[in-house]
């Protein structure tokens, strides 16, 4: 089930766990983009506590064929509801496969994916 993410600004956007091949998957992802669109994309204001790769701008993920197991899942599972649809959540409880290494936008930030 689609959720409504347009118009939502990122709303659940904030700091999410993170495992160390999904670091690494991001980290090349970021690499690969052009200078000019990572620039525009780091140097965005965000609100405190936004994730540090929301692009505010175009109003979607700015990573988003890299980004964390626990952004896919979101809204599909009882544990990490969409509050603007939560008929979605079809499964019941969402766990990482492996430790998180740590949380993207606290202990992860743009510096460690340059
Ligand atoms: S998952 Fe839900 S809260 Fe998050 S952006 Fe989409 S519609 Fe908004
Ligand atoms: S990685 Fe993308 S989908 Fe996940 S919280 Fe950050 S901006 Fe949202």
New binding site residues.
């Given amino acids: 089930m689609e959720l409504p993410c347009k118009g939502c600004r ?1 709303a ?3 700091p ?1 766990p993170i495992t160390g091949p999904e670091v690494k998957k991001i980290k090349k992802k970021i690499k690969s983009m052009p200078v000019k669109m990572r620039n525009e994309l780091k140097n965005q204001q965000r609100f405190y506590g936004t ?5 505010q701008d175009n109003d979607k ?4 064929s890299a ?2 197991a ?2 896919d899942a ?1 809204g599909h599972y009882a544990n990490l509801v969409c509050f603007r649809k939560p008929e979605a959540v079809k499964k019941e409880h969402w766990s990482p496969k492996e430790e998180p290494a740590g949380i ?2 606290v202990d992860f930030k743009w510096e460690h994916f340059e």
């Fill in positions: 990122g659940c956007c904030g999410v994730c540090i790769f929301y692009d993920c700015g990573i988003y980004r964390p626990i952004c979101f993207l936008s």
